[in-house]
């Protein structure tokens, strides 16, 4: 059983003040008194009261020493959310930074999606890319939110056990995929070492366990070499002189798991199962220690490795070194600096520690340096507006356990790129239009080809001209750097953005059609706003681009059109309105005559109305009228392929109309349209779709079917009133199982 949520609350208060040197703690006094009572009625899936998480979480915040704010926040991060307290309220009993915390931990959980007649799995990768690009923009506003969430996802894995299997498993593979390359990205190696092990334990339990079993049965005897070896260590180092803290570390089981699968080993041929670890008081010091232990044991050859020269992307600083123990037995030496260790240890949160008011210039300019990937990846949120390319590009960016390579400019600079990088990842690290101007390069004074692979020291120069036509498109499966692949992919979308504009307006329009609606009609300008901006976009002409480029899919665009337009027309403008509103703008016209069709022709008398078969009209549709040779006025759509390529001189015959409101109509009318219905080929599906025609009361005038490999597709003509049913129904068979396409069929 779990403690008791007083207890657990005496536990987080004496971990806050053991870092924190001011008793007044009443804000978490009263943070922990109001959350107690907003979730007091709630329980978690386990059994145990709700107020447990959130007090585990500021517990997880504590043991990362950060600031009074963020535990106040993380014991109230849930409180908007599940219960009727507000933000208002937070700022009001607390403070705005607390309101603000909450707030973006809170927007993290709330996003909301809506995907409509697309793969399953397109639709996941969506909605997980949607959760990652806000997950980033509200890092860039205070890195304190996702520390939270981190704090929170961490919790939640301790307590995964609760959960279906299926759901344990997909909430194990998103925290191995992105909330543990996080941590380590914000360098905090306590939280990212147990979020690994926790997600293999559900990924792969009976590796997990198997690996756990192993290292048991032969633990006694491992501690006891490393014990050895650790005080042989400790005198040496006293004797020279040098205050140090040694110690023996078990290394995690992801870290080991990881070596078995990568490097093809079995447990007892990896043979740093455990660490020694020094800490020092200078950096003058860890190379003494260095000395001392090379002097004692024998070094491996190449396994030595010095993080201080040269630290890694997150700011981790450290000496490694694999050494030969007395018994022959290899083991792993890590040294490093007190303040080392604790960037090492808590990485960015170690900037949040309670300062008395002071503020640290030098801990600034290090957090500085360790946001600087989080600035390249809201680049890339501006750069990618595909969600699968911007993913791919997360996880690469995020794949922490690629090997680096460390080389130097002509000045002497070192630039660290990933194992396998080539002159042209190396030219797009020092700037864009370096990579866009160059034509070759040299390594070492050498020239080498664009597909050359750097190595350690290799020091490079690029050769750029003026008359460069810029890169090519074979570069993208040479470069090995998501930069470089993300600036070549922007250049290629500068250059051609005018002819991608044109494009994808041109493909919106056809999957407007094929859906049954003028496009005109879905893009006024308060819904294109809310699309555009939803994938961080500037304008419309973005999303055309992107579109035309390739990088977004149409279908997907269109569908978010219609939802917003529906959602907005739904609120603001119903179908009679929009009648009524036309009619208004257009009274200038004398007496329009008002037919028993439902249909209003402009300044024109008493004459016959007929509707074309080869567009099929429906109440809610732009119309336009054609005056027959002696069979009255054609009605028929805007978008009609026969209009748009209507000869100059017929179009002289061309005359408005509209939808009489349908309150005024003398006889109500039904109108036949076809829709075309693509599906998997299973039984019974024609049932499942017959039973939403009956249901909603549509006479079915024919159906028509016919079968592929994998594939049923059914024309049916049904007797519907309005465009607006016609959409309703739309949806209604689209959430039918294995349908995959239903659009309206022009004749």
Known sequence: MSAEPDEIYERLIKKIRSYHPSDNLDMVERAYALAKKAHASQFRKSGEPYIIHPLEVACNLADLELDIESIVAGLLHDVVEDTDYTLSDMEHLFNKEVALLVDGVTKLDKIQYSAKNQDKQLQKEEIQAENYRKMFLAMAQDIRVVLIKLADRLHNMQTLKYMTPQKQKEIAEETLSIYAPIANRLGICKIKADLEDLSLRYIEPEVYYDLAHQIASKRKERVQYIEHIVDQIKAKVEEAGIDAIIEGRPKHFFSIYKKIVNKSKTLDQIYDLFAVRAIVKTVKDCYGVLGIIHEMYTPIPGRFKDYIAMPKPNMYRSLHTTLIGEEGTPFEMQIRTEEMHRTAEYGIAAHWKYKEGKTDKGMQDKSEEKLAWLRQILEWQRDMSDNREFMSALKGDLDVYSDQVYVFTPKGELLTLPQGSTPIDFAYQIHSGVGNKMVGAKVNGKIVTIDYVLKNGDRIE???????????????????????????????????????????????????????????????????????????????????????????????????????????????????????????????????????????????????????????????????????????????????????????????????????DRKQVPIKRTYVTEIQITCLDRMGIIVDISKILSDMKLPVKSLNAKTTKSHAIFNVKIEISDIYQLEELTKKVEAVRDVLEIIRVNA
Request: aromatic letters at 8%; glycine letters at 8%.
């Open 462 to 660: 690029i050769l750029t001209s003026g008359n460069s036509k810029g890169p090519s498109r074979d570069w993208l499966n040479i470069v090995k750097s998501t930069q470089a692949r993300t600036k070549i992919n922007q250049w290629f979308r500068k250059q051609f953005k005018e002819e991608d504009i044109v494009k994808g307006k041109e493909l919106l329009e056809i999957a407007a059609k094929q859906r049954g609606y003028n496009l005109s009609y879905l893009t006024d300008h308060a819904v294109v706003e809310v699309i555009y901006k939803r994938y961080g976009m500037k304008s419309w002409a973005d999303i055309c681009a992107a579109i035309g480029y390739g990088s977004m899919k149409e279908r997907q665009i269109i569908q978010k059109l219609i939802d917003e337009t529906l959602k907005v027309k739904k609120e603001l403008v119903t179908p009679e309105p929009i009648l009524d509103i036309q009619g208004e703008k257009e009274t200038f016209i004398p007496k329009p005559h008002r037919h028993s069709s439902g249909i209003v022709v402009k300044g024109v008398g008493d004459i016959a109305v007929r509707f074309s078969k080869c567009c099929g009209p429906l109440p809610g549709d732009d119309i336009i009228g054609y005056i027959t040779r002696g069979r009255g006025v054609s009605i028929h759509r805007k978008d009609c392929i026969n209009i748009i390529h209507m000869p100059a001189e017929e179009r002289e015959r061309l005359i408005d109309a509209t939808w009489q």
